[in-house]
Nanobody, 126 residues
Framework: QVQLVESGGGLVQAGGSLRLSCAAS????????MGWFRQAPGKEREFVAA????????DYVDSVKGRFTISRDNAKKTVYLQMNSLKPEDTAVYYC???????????????????WGQGTQVTVSS
């Protein structure tokens, strides 16, 4: 398994931006598709975005399309989530996750992800 550490969360006003980072350990980062999930208080964890092993394919939940961008730098073993035009409903703990099973493309299913970070809090004030 790969070890994941998120950073970049914080408090921001509605309409603002944040960039989350997820740094991975190990030598095989490029063999993992990567995803971002979030969990708001009292709600189930939900898929946010995912990126394929080589970065050529991305996927987003409808509520963040056009506002969030997922990217990765395999040389730095890091995946990013650029979040623009943030809304109060984006408030949640954001988790990055690694998926070794999905060879091509991406997955929205949390059960396909093998490793998870500890999460970073994002709070958007109105």
């Amino acid at each position: 398994q790969v070890q994941l550490v998120e950073s970049g969360g914080g408090l921001v006003q509605a309409g603002g931006s944040l960039r989350l980072s997820c740094a991975a350990s190990g030598r095989t980062f490029s063999r993992y598709a990567m995803g971002w999930f979030r969990q708001a208080p009292g709600k189930e964890r939900e898929f946010v975005a995912a990126i394929s092993r080589n970065g050529g394919s991305t996927d987003y939940v409808d509520s963040v399309k056009g506002r969030f961008t997922i990217s990765r730098d395999n040389a730095k073993k890091t995946v990013y989530l650029q979040m623009n035009s943030l809304k109060p409903e984006d408030t949640a703990v954001y988790y990055c996750a690694a998926d070794v099973r999905t060879t091509f493309g991406t997955s929205q299913l949390s059960r396909t992800y093998d490793s998870w970070g500890q999460g970073t809090q994002v709070t958007v004030s109105s």
